[in-house]
């Protein structure tokens, strides 16, 4: 079947200790996004791919960053993770036209990030 | 106004009820509205999308009021099985974002 799938689904690391967080697709979407989600909250859009470009928000820290090789993977780099970023990280994708207007998103299952 | 807002609930209702939440949402541009479900500690999946015409499917009915910026979902004979959390996501015409989320509305089904 079709999906996306993001590994590792658990992921602990320490206070300032680098980590990346992985998604590929098997959707050939040409859209990736990667959300942030606390406990409670909804899913916060840190930056997203448009084919090859990249899109970040205004409020995503320098802290995280993103890479996309090719049209089926998207990594999301933490450079110095904090207490702060223990969250579940979700990886999406889409295919959307620039007509305009927006489509489905499907989402992997999450990395539940622990920082100590 | 925030740009997608919903009530948090809990709503705690018995099997078999109907119950309706809303969601508004703040730029009048917005083309695209869904509702999402997302069950604890799993990814958001695409309940259903939200056409300007009302759309039903099986128990659920999803409407969009323009006029008021609102959309709403309805379920009908509830189901132990439809206790989660519905999050409604609307479109951002304009800057980065593509879709913006609610927090989402907790919805539990009780015996």
């Known amino acids: 079947d079709a999906m996306v799938i993001q590994n590792p689904r658990y992921q602990v690391t320490q206070f300032g200790k680098p980590v990346t967080l992985s998604c590929s697709q098997t959707?050939?979407?040409?859209?990736m996004y990667w959300y942030q989600q606390k406990s409670s909250q909804a899913p916060k859009l840190l930056f997203h791919?448009?084919?090859?470009?990249?899109?970040n928000e205004a409020d995503t820290p320098d802290n995280f960053q993103s890479r996309r090789p090719n049209t089926s993977f998207c990594f999301l780099d933490i450079r110095s993770p904090g207490l702060g970023d223990a969250a579940m990280y979700l990886c999406?994708?889409?295919?959307?036209?620039?007509?305009?207007?927006?489509?489905?998103?499907?989402f992997g299952p999450g990395t539940r990030l622990t920082v100590l | 106004r925030k740009e997608v807002e919903q009530d948090p609930g809990p709503f705690n209702v018995p099997e078999g009820a109907t119950v309706a939440f809303n969601c508004t949402y703040s730029?009048?541009?917005?083309?695209?509205f869904f509702w999402y479900r997302q069950d604890c500690r799993k990814e958001p999946k695409l309940l259903m999308s939200?056409?300007?015409s009302g759309n039903e499917d099986g128990r659920f009915t999803a409407q969009l009021n323009r006029a008021s910026q609102y959309i709403s979902l309805l379920i009908r004979d509830s189901k132990l099985s439809d206790s989660a959390t519905y999050l409604c996501?609307?479109?951002?015409?304009?800057?980065?974002?593509?879709?913006?989320f609610g927090k989402g509305t907790r919805l539990s089904v009780i015996a």
């Open positions: 730029n009048s541009a917005s083309q695209s």
């Open positions: 999406a994708t889409s295919e959307e036209s620039l007509a305009g207007g927006n489509d489905e998103q499907f």
């Open positions: 959707l050939n979407h040409n859209v």
């Open positions: 939200v056409y300007s």
């Open positions: 791919y448009y084919d090859k470009d990249f899109n």
């Open positions: 996501v609307v479109n951002k015409p304009s800057g980065n974002t593509p879709l913006v």
